[in-house]
């Protein structure tokens, strides 16, 4: 997205061509029975229209969620009360989440956590190492482990919008 | 079909400024000096700042009302992009400073009583309504022009409310070193009713404009 912002035509391409499955697996979920690429097409010109709304030190999902939501909840406000959808938040690789955005969101979103507890929880999430494990390799105890761990992923929950907001919904 | 639209957003592609938060900060900081030239060259300075002993008041409202522009400033500049939304750090100071008022108001009204209060509402109230409501109606215009049309906000309602928040404190901030009403009654109705009218218009413009 950087490079996209700043005119590289193949980058940007690259970015839409990988973010239309997440899209368009996005609205599938959640619209049963409206036309999901339309609103893949409509969600695609408002990235382009508001690419530069996006904070090139901020992970790029929670961006691109949201405005997937409000093209969204445009539809449904159009389309009046004939459609069915889903008020699921959840995103993930269900939703066809390109493993290359996850890990550089994953890699932003770490650098913002201290870096003691950015490295146990790469240590037990991402490298898959048990707590005593992770213990062992870090000299803290196991507990300690355990109470950093969950604390960080509270403190990455805060940081994409979870459970730490003022308002919640879209005003309208 | 998706395919050409790619093909035609990628097309003579051209760099885009990105949406900073210091350009929000120095208008405001800019606009704010403005409105205090102006405050002072057609209205004067209130006493203590021309040599009449200070007082807690003089240098505490314009202080009261600089804090609650700068937090809802705080709060426009995060709710500006799709993924922003309204932190509790960013009212906090807000919902501070009303707690504030309504308690001095409150103890004002045990100490003096309910019929002291129409003699404080006594002075200068249409000239400071015109003021904040004007010059914070132009300080919104320059910030829709300068940074606000440039938003993406879930959230339009909230950002106009905000935005109409942080204008109408920074006017009032800036009236405040002209005003000697000091009374807590003075700052809940006059500069109050005001800010809050300011907030209430520009949270509607803001849910027809910042909509997506």
């Not at chain 2, 040599?51 to 500006?80: C, D, E, I, Y």
Request: net charge positive.
């Amino acid at each position: 997205m950087r490079a996209a912002l700043s005119g590289d035509a193949g980058s940007y391409r690259k970015l839409l061509a990988a973010v239309r499955p997440w899209l368009l697996s996005y609205y599938r979920r959640r619209l049963h029975g409206g036309d999901c690429e339309d609103l893949v097409q409509m969600t695609l010109l408002s990235l382009h229209e508001k690419r530069h709304t996006f904070d090139v030190s901020a992970p790029f999902m929670p961006w691109i969620a949201a405005v997937a939501r409000n093209k969204l909840i445009d539809y449904v406000r159009k389309a009046g009360r004939h459609v069915h959808i889903e008020l699921d938040e959840a995103m993930g690789v269900d939703d066809g989440l390109q493993p290359d955005l996850a890990a550089r969101d994953v890699k932003v979103l770490l650098g913002r956590l201290p870096a003691d507890q950015a490295r146990i929880i790469t240590l037990h999430k991402l490298n898959e190492l048990s707590v005593e494990e992770t213990a062992a390799a870090t000299g803290k105890s196991p507990s300690a482990v355990k109470v950093i761990v969950h604390r960080g992923l509270k403190k990455l929950q805060a940081m994409v919008g979870i459970k730490a907001k003022v308002a919640g919904g879209s005003d309208d | 079909m998706t395919d050409t639209l790619i093909d035609a957003l990628t097309q003579n592609l051209k760099p885009v400024k990105p949406l900073r938060a210091w350009p929000l900060w120095l208008g405001a900081g800019v606009g704010l000096i403005l409105a205090m030239i102006y405050v002072v060259y057609f209205y004067r300075m209130r006493p203590e700042f021309t040599g009449a002993p200070m007082t807690f008041m003089s240098v505490g409202k314009p202080l009261l009302f600089l804090v609650t522009g700068t937090s809802a400033l705080w709060a426009v500049s995060g709710l500006a992009r799709p993924e922003g939304w309204l932190e509790w750090r960013h009212v906090l100071p807000v919902a501070a400073m009303l707690v504030v008022v309504v308690g001095a108001f409150g103890l004002d009204i045990g100490r003096s009583g309910v019929a002291d209060l129409r003699a404080d509402l006594d002075g200068g109230v249409g000239l400071c309504y015109l003021t904040i409501l004007c010059g914070g109606a132009a300080g919104l215009i320059a910030m829709w022009r300068l940074w606000l049309r440039r938003t993406a906000t879930s959230h339009p309602v909230t950002l106009g409310a905000m935005a109409g928040l942080a204008v109408g404190s920074l006017m009032a901030a800036a009236y405040s070193l002209h005003c000697d009403m000091d009374a807590p009654v003075y700052l809940l109705l006059v500069y109050g009713l005001a800010v809050a009218i300011l907030t209430a218009a520009a949270a509607i413009i803001g849910s027809r404009l910042l909509r997506w």
